[in-house]
């Protein structure tokens, strides 16, 4: 039974990388997704933010009013609708209700209940 060198297994597993990071994009550090009510009192007017929508397969980016535009996206029970496809999503909070050490985090669902879409942080370019 032949072994392959060490040099063509590291060889590979160096192509591996490589290629992985080449496919890679930007990162998660690229956008903050905002999940927790905090995030979204940190928004000022004029900071940028993107709807990732899974229903229509798009991400606008919305410019923030004021602090209190910024605030409707996690309230309870409010409705967010998609620039592109014009549908309606509502605001939910998630979590454990009766735990006051884990945080609820928001998240937006569809008319079934799932979630369907997400917003997030655009950074500012330098």
């Given at each position: 039974m032949k072994t392959k060198?060490?040099?063509?297994?590291?060889?590979?597993?160096?192509?591996?990388?490589l290629a992985s990071l080449a496919y890679a994009g930007p990162?998660?550090?690229?956008w903050q997704t905002l999940r927790k009510p905090e995030e979204f009192k940190q928004l000022k007017a004029?900071?940028?933010?993107?709807?990732?929508?899974?229903?229509?397969?798009?991400v606008s980016e919305v410019?923030?009013?004021?602090?209190?535009?910024?605030?409707?996206?996690c309230k309870e029970g409010?409705?967010?609708?998609?620039?592109?496809?014009?549908?309606?999503?509502?605001?939910?909070?998630k979590g454990p209700p009766k735990n006051p050490?884990?945080?609820?985090?928001?998240?937006?669902?569809?008319?079934?209940?799932?979630p369907c879409l997400f917003v997030a942080k655009v950074p500012e370019k330098k």
């Open positions: 060198p060490i040099r063509s297994l590291l060889a590979t597993a160096a192509l591996g990388v990162g998660p550090q690229y004029g900071d940028k933010i993107a709807y990732v929508c899974n229903q229509c397969q798009t410019t923030v009013d004021s602090p209190a535009h910024a605030m409707e996206h409010a409705e967010v609708t998609c620039p592109q496809c014009k549908k309606k999503v509502k605001v939910v909070t050490s884990i945080e609820r985090q928001i998240s937006y669902v569809n008319e079934k209940g799932e």
